[in-house]
C-alpha cells in the first residue's frame, strides 16, 4: 500500500485511483523562456521518483505535465530577440526534452502547450463569468473574484473570510475589486508586441492560473487522483486552479495534492531571479553526469529542503562507484532471502511518502551484504530496486535491460544446464549470441553482457 502526505489534509493517505485501476497526474511544468535550473529538475526529479513509484506499485499512471509558453517572460524574450514567440520558446522546450534525458527522467504521456489550447482557457473563463464568478475590468482583462468561490484558501489553509478583503487596491492593480483577485484573462498591452488572441473580452492572453485548470481538465477529466509541483506553487497559483475548476464544474478538482521542498543555495531558494542558479548545463559542462546529479536530487527526502554543494556531487560520484563494483559481481538468478529483505525494506521506505533517504539505505544494505558473499544471484533485486530510482543502471545496457527474447533464451538454457544437457546449452548460448548477447557462466548462475 502507497501512502503519501496530502497538502490538502496535511495527512499521510493511501494513495489508490479513482477509476480503471490509473493515476491521473498533473504535474506543472517549466516555463519555457530559457534553460530549466536544478531548483525546477528537483521538482521534476521528485514527480519522477512519485510516477516509478506508483508503477511499481502495479498501478498504471496518465501524466501530464504543461509547458507554458506564453507569459510575460515568454513574450519579453521573443520581443527582445525580434522572432516569433513559437521560435523563441521552440528552442528552451527542445533543450528541457534533452534536459529530461539526461536525467533519466521518464517521459509524462502528455506535454501539452498552452498555445495550443487558447480555446479551452477562453471556454473555461466565459464559463466563469456566465456565473457570475469573474468579471471583466475597464481595460479587457477579466478576474476571478474570490470573494465569490467559499473555499477559496482551503489548499493553504488560510481562512479567507476573517481576512479584509474588502478595500479596493492601489496602484497597478487598481482594475480588480479585490487585492486577491486573480487575471484570468489579460487584456493586451504595447509591449505585448504581435502576441495576443481574439477573445469575447477583446484581444489578449491567458493568465498562467487558467492554463492549468484547463489543460489538466481537458486530459485527465474534471476530478482526477493527483496534482503536484514545487512547494512556491502552493499558492496562489494551486489554490487559484482549485478555485477556478471547482467554481466551474461544482465538482471535487483534485483528490491529492503533493509538493516538494525547494533546492537551497546557501540557505536561499535556488531561483532565477536571485541569479543563484546551475543550469543542467552548468553541470554537465563542469564534468558532473546527470546520474551524480539524479543521485544527489533523489537523495534527500522531497518534503525537505536540500541544500545544494558541490561536495555532495563528489559523494554522489564514490557512491555510485561503490553500486557499480558491486553490480559488477552481482549475478541473475533466485535471489537469496538476505536481498529479498533488503528489498521488503525498500518497498517499504518508497511505499512510506516516498522516504528516498531510507530506501538508499535499503539499496546498500543490500551492496553491504552482496560484498561481504562476494556476489550474489542479485541482479533482479538491484533492477526492481532501480525500477524507482532510476541511478543503477542509468544509461548502461548491461543486464539492466535484456530483451524478453535473450530473457527467454536465458531461461531455455537454465533449464537444458539443470538437466545437464550441455549439447543444447551450447545451442542456447550461440543463438543468444546471434541476439548479441555474451553469457557468462559463474557459480551463481547465468549473468549476460552486451557483445562489443
Ligand atoms: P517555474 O518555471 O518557476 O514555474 O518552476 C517550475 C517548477 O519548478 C515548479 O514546480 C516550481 O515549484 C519548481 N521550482 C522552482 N524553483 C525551485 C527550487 N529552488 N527547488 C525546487 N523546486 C523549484
Ligand atoms: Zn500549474
Known sequence: MMKVTNSLTRSLEELKPLENNEIRLYTCGPTVYNYAHIGNFRAYVFEDILRRTILFNGMKIRQVMNLTDVDDKTIRGANAA?????????KYKDAFF?????????????????????????????????????YKSEDGSVYFSVRKFPGYGKLAHIDFDHQKTGARCLGDEYDKENVGDFALWKAWEESDGPVGWDSPWGRGRPGWHIECSAMSMKYLGETFDLHTGGIDN?????????????????????????HCAHLRVNGEKMSKSLGN???LR????????GREIRYVLTNAHYSQGLNFAFSALEDARKSLRRIDECTAKATEGEAPDWAKKHLDDFTAAVNDDLNTPRAYAA?????????AHGGGP?????????????????????????PAGVKALLDARAAARAAKNWAESDRLRNEIAALGWAVKDGK?????????
Open 277 to 279: 542558479f546551475f543550469t
Open 282 to 289: 552548468d553541470l554537465t559542462e563542469k564534468g558532473w553526469t
Open 363 to 371: 539499496l546498500f544494505g543490500l551492496v553491504r551484504d552482496t560484498n
Open 444 to 452: 551463481e548462475g547465468q549473468s549476460v553482457s552486451p557483445l562489443k
Open 378 to 402: 542479485v541482479l533482479g533485486v538491484f533492477r526492481r530496486m532501480d525500477e524507482v530510482l532510476g541511478v543503477v543502471f542509468f544509461g548502461k545496457s548491461a543486464e539492466a535491460d535484456v
Open 234 to 258: 502552493l499558492f496562489p497559483h494551486h489554490e487559484n486552479e482549485i478555485a477556478q475548476a471547482e467554481a466551474a464544474t461544482g465538482k471535487p478538482f483534485v483528490s491529492t495534492w503533493m
Open 82 to 90: 525580434g522572432i516569433p514567440l513559437t521560435e523563441y520558446t521552440k
Open 98 to 134: 534533452a534536459d529530461l534525458e539526461t536525467l533519466n527522467i521518464q517521459k509524462a504521456e502528455v506535454y501539452p502547450a498552452a498555445t495550443d489550447h487558447i480555446p479551452e482557457m477562453i471556454a473555461l473563463v466565459s464559463k466563469l463569468v456566465e456565473k457570475g464568478i469573474a
